[in-house]
């Protein structure tokens, strides 16, 4: 729009596909639902692992900028929490970092 109007957003939009690989979504939801089912996590960490089990469920979904934020951040906090995990959860934060940037 015009200097004083409002300004478009740019959404990024990606597929959590462009991140993980089908087997690191699989990987991620039998490692993480059965310990979320027996309350394995605590309680205030149980919220980052079942954001990051929903989106490894919902593959074809489109992700916008916060959801790639919301992603990224649970990723993160998933790495010092299940440590089988972090490999695969390192590589995609870099792969997102990057998509981030643009």
Known sequence: ???FGKKEKT???ARI???FSEGDLAVIRTTIDPKIAEKVYKLEYRGVA???LNAAKSQ??????K??????YA???MTKIEPSLAPLLKLAIGKMQA????
């Open 99 to 102: 998509f981030r940037k643009g």
């Open 60 to 65: 074809e979904k489109l992700l916008d900028k």
């Open 11 to 13: 959404e990024a939009t």
């Open 75 to 77: 990723s993160g906090c």
């Open 50 to 52: 079942l954001d990051l």
């Open 1 to 3: 729009m015009g200097l």
């Open 67 to 72: 959801e790639l934020t919301s992603l990224l």
């Open 17 to 19: 596909t462009d991140f």
